[in-house]
Structure formats: C-alpha cells, structure tokens
C-alpha cells in the first residue's frame, strides 16, 4: 500500500519543480510514495521535462490555470496513500522529513494533519509554518506590522505563534499550503480544499475543517523542508495581493454573521491593508514626487514670509505645480523614463517654469521681491529635475563588488559554469567554495574562477564579502546534507538555489 500521496500544483515553475522532485526522490527511504504533479497551462514545457525526467510522477495537464485549490483536489480524489501531502513546487524535502511527517500522523491518530518546519532558501526559519486561525485581533496585528515588531509576543504574534518556539514540537491551529499532510481518515471526513479559493486562504480554511472533524494540528520541526516563498505562484504583485485579500474577506464571512460589526470592521482592516501594500507595492512611484512636493513646500515656507505674500492659494501653487509639470514630462515614469538629453524636452521645461514664474510674478503684484522668489523657484524646478537624474544614475550603477559562489567542484558545476561561458554569461565575481579544506583546485578543474573559500566559512565570510548569491551543486552534496548546512548555518539575505544536471539558473551578473 502506499505509504504517502504527494500532489504538487506548478505553474512556470519548471527549474524549482525539478529540484523539488529530485529532493523527494532522495527522501523516499522505507516508504512507498506516489508523486502527482498537477500543472496549471505552464506554458515553459513543465508537463514535458517531468514526463521525460520523472516518469514515475503522475501528471495532470489541465488546459487552463484552475486555482491551487482545484488543482490539488483533482490529485486528491485520485490518490491512493495512507496519508495525503500538499507540497508547493518551490520547496526542497530532507531526506527525513517524509519519513517523520508519516510516523508522526502512524503513532498520534488523535492529530488528523501536520507540517514540518519551512525555512527561507538562505536557510532562516519561516514562520509561516505554524500559525492560529486568524481573529479580528492576530490579523489586525499581522496586517499593521505589529507582529514583526514584536514576534515572539502571544498577544501581538498571536498568528503565527511567535510564543511557540519553532524548534519543539507543538499543537498548533493552522498548517501551510506549502507542506502539509493529512491522513486518510481526515481527509475522508474534511473533504477537500475549499474551491471558492483560487489562491491563498485554502490551507487556513482546510486546517479549521480539520479541526471541526475533531482532529489535532502539529508542527513538527525534525522534518524541515526548504520553501522559496512566493516563487510558485510566479504572479505579478499586483494580482498576488489580490488574490490573498480576497482569500482574507471569504474565510471572514464563512467565520462571521454578516452585517455585524466584526465583519464591517474586518472589511474595512482588509481595505486598508489594500491601500498599505499597494503604496508598499507603488513606493517608486509614489515615494519621488512626495519628496520633490516636501522640498518645494520647504522652499516656500522659508522664503514666502521674506517677501511678504500671504496668499495660502498661491503658495498651494507653488509647491504642486512643478511636480505637476515634471510628473506630465515624464521625469517620474520609472518604467519608460523620459530621454532628458532631447532639445526638445529642456525647451518645452524652460518655457513652462518661465511661464508658471511670470504668472505668478503678476499675480503676486509685481514687485521685486516677488520677482526674486520666482527666478528662484523657477530654478528650484531645474535643481529638481537634476536631482531626479543624478539619483537614477547612482541607482543604476552595477554592484561589482558583489560575489556569487559556486558551492562544490563536481561534474554538475563545472558543466553548468561551462554552459553559461559557452553562453557569454559568466563573469570574474563567480567563484568556488569547497566542501573540503583541499586547498586550490588543479588548473584545469577550476575553469578560470578563483576559489573563495570553505563552505563551512560561508556564513561568516558572506557577511564580509557581499556575497550575493550561492549555488549548491547536488554532485558533491546531497540535499539533506545541504538543507542541514542551512538550518544550522543560515545565510541571511543570500540567494540559495540548487544545481542539478539540467539547472538552467541564469547567471545574476549578465
């Protein structure tokens, strides 16, 4: 009998779900285990390098993107294990994390669902692993910062549990989407995921309906599994908060009377954090104009009481209409910039500003003072402007001094290093680290690049050395002996990625 079914739904994923599904190969030690990949109309050849590389995986093309919820339920209906487990494409399984996460459910029948550990790639712990069933209160602090501020606060972390720590083994009341397992009796009394829910807000309604059957929920932190958050749903920003503030407002209203107060306040908090993350979101768009509008408003506080104007409305003018001016030139599109070298573009400025100063020269009553205050400002307009480009040339300058490691000197890594030569890719700041103080490498192993150091020094050395990126080779590491190098020894802020024998990661200096 099968031990464990493992459904996993990808969407232009292709790269992450084959290191994803070669971390389960080797974690099948002592268990029978089936692996359905359920493909939402990638349109990057999923379907066929998992036919091709895996064909021991079931595969379910659909035709169109269903949601996540629909998806996992169409391999759910049809699995055959013992126990059940959703796991996102973007994560990579320890060797052991299977095996625990099927005792744990075989020798504690009272908990119908569990999860493992998740750590960030750079090997950090993610706290999305064990949470609550949210309340007007958790989300309130969740949405608002509150949480962050203070994480290991029951009152204010009460969503993810910050109290609990995450290494111990605990009952906890919601599981994440990323990695989590059901056994069969659970399933068959809870069904499956709600499909109400295209994406976001499934896994926390799935945990309630878990727990309404009478089940337990644990959190098991000797099985961690890696999860590269946000990678599998590979959605523009925009539409990914979309999706998870209407996950928000569904599981609210299922949970609430309609009409209360609970569920008004609760939809004017998901409001407002609509409006927080899209200015989060927008920041480069909102953030340049707000600047040049505080300045300008500093300009004329300083300098209007000198010449003794008291108009409130004119000096509403002076302070809006060049950010008005430079916002319809352009200057502020971060996508497509204007060209400020064109003639064109310094005369139609020049015109404007002088223009906006004369006005308002007449309109301030002629006198020389006045007449003063408007070269100035006028040339306030210009000084702005300059800034606005000084600050994208500085903000464009590449960071050379960056370093990207190649952790492990195997076939797998020198074929990659090949490729990206053969590609015109690869440049002077990629260099070795070894798993093994075995000193340099021969000349003809090392490919041009240097060697850095250990892979033991890492964590240290990372810090020093803006260390930007580092890619495990599979050839000389196996995946829970590198998932086990993170946990103990995470790399925070650092790139984490996999190299097998068909990585196609780019290279993040071209």
Partial sequence: MIDLSVIIVSYNVRDLLATCLLSIAQAQVGLKVETWVVDNASDDDTVEMVRQRFPQ???????????????????????????????????????????????????????GAVGPKLLNEDGTYQPAGKRSIPTPWSSFCKLSGLSSAFPRSRIFNEYELGHLHEDETHEVGALCGAAMVLSREAFAKCGGLDEQYFMYGEDIAWSDAVRRAGYKIGYLPDAPIVHIKGQSTKQD????????????????????????????????GVNLAKIASWMRRNKRVWRAPLIDIIL????VWIILPLIEIQYTTIALLLVVSPVIVLATLGVYNITKPVRKRRLPFHITTAIIFATLATGGYFLSGGSSRAGLFMVIWAGFGWILLGARRIFRTITRLPNVTARSIIAGADDISRQWVKKQINNGTTGEVWTWALWEDTGELPIEDNLGLDVFCRVQDLPELAKQKRVKQVLFSTGTATYEQILTFLELSPLPGVTV??????????????
């Fill in 57 to 111: 995986v079931r595969v379910i093309a659909n035709i169109e993107n269903v949601g996540f919820a629909k998806a996992n339920n169409l391999a759910l209906n049809q699995a055959s294990g013992r126990h059940l487990m959703i796991l996102n494409p973007d994560t990579i399984v320890g060797a052991k994390s299977l095996s625990a996460l099927v005792d744990f459910l075989d020798n504690n029948p009272e908990y």
């Fill in 237 to 268: 920003e925009a539409a990914h908060d979309r999706h998870f503030f209407d996950a928000m407002k569904i599981f609210y209203r299922h949970e609430m009377k309609p009409g209360t107060m609970k569920t008004s306040a609760m939809d004017f």
């Fill in 296 to 299: 300008m408003a500093a300009l």
């Fill in 497 to 510: 990625r996999m190299l097998d024998e068909s990585s196609n990661w780019p290279d993040p200096t071209a």
